[in-house]
């Protein structure tokens, strides 16, 4: 499986993002698609997740009521919708696959290239 992000760039605090990240290759069988980020000098984070089946979405309290995932099963796309953005928003995002399933927040088997989302203030 191969994961594609794109969508980040520059934008001012208080705007607007949609980052995109497309699946392609084998035959795609994830359970949860989720967004990470890291920001420089510190740890990966979970951001959102969205179960494949049945859409269930979970966020992390940081961007719960600001980011929206949402999922284009046909296109097997998943899409991460960033509104009112802060500077600590800043960060590389990584969208991810779990085809094992056990949680939506980690596992993990499929990783993407990371895209840069910069929030000036």
């Known amino acids: 499986v191969q994961l594609q992000a794109y969508g980040g760039g520059l934008v001012q605090a208080g705007g607007s993002l949609r980052l995109s990240c497309a699946a392609s290759g084998r035959t795609f069988n994830s359970i949860f698609m989720g967004w990470f980020r890291q920001a420089p000098g510190k740890e990966r984070e979970f951001v959102a997740a969205?179960?494949?089946?049945?859409?269930?979405?979970y966020y992390a309290d940081s961007v719960k009521g600001r980011f929206t995932i949402s999922r284009e099963t046909a296109k097997n796309t998943v899409y991460l919708q960033m509104n009112s953005l802060k500077p600590e928003d800043t960060a590389v995002y990584y969208c991810a696959a779990n085809t094992v399933g056990i949680s939506s927040r980690r596992g993990y088997d499929y990783w993407g290239q990371g895209t840069l989302v910069t929030v000036s203030s």
């Open positions: 969205i179960s494949w089946i049945g859409g269930i979405t």
